[in-house]
């Protein structure tokens, strides 16, 4: 189980790298690096992308909340929420939203299932 609570962790703290990346760095330098962006395109889309860095947060939270509770059926629930973005991130934006995303968050259901 320690693998499983190490992994659903790293899917935590993933999440809240990106909920600052995306809600104060988005027109930093290392924002922009990032998400591979111009000035001009964060400054447009600063907003959505503080909204979807929230949502991030949301994840981060109801990880550590399931993780902390040890309430399993809480972290799978927001593991399976991930991979459901990092599927639709791949298809709709690049595939590396799921290396990034999604991986990791398969990783730690698997640990969970089988390990």
Known sequence: MLIAVSLSFLVALLH???????????TRPIGLKTFRNTPEKAAITRVLAAN??????????GL????LSQQWNVVVFFLICVVVAALYGA????????FVQGIPAVAALAAIFFG
């Open 52 to 61: 979807q860095g929230l949502y991030n947060g949301f994840l981060a939270a």
């Open 16 to 26: 809240l790298y990106f909920m600052v990346l995306e809600m104060f760095l988005w």
């Open 91 to 98: 298809y709709s934006v690049s595939r590396r939203i799921f």
């Open 64 to 67: 550590l909340w399931g993780l």
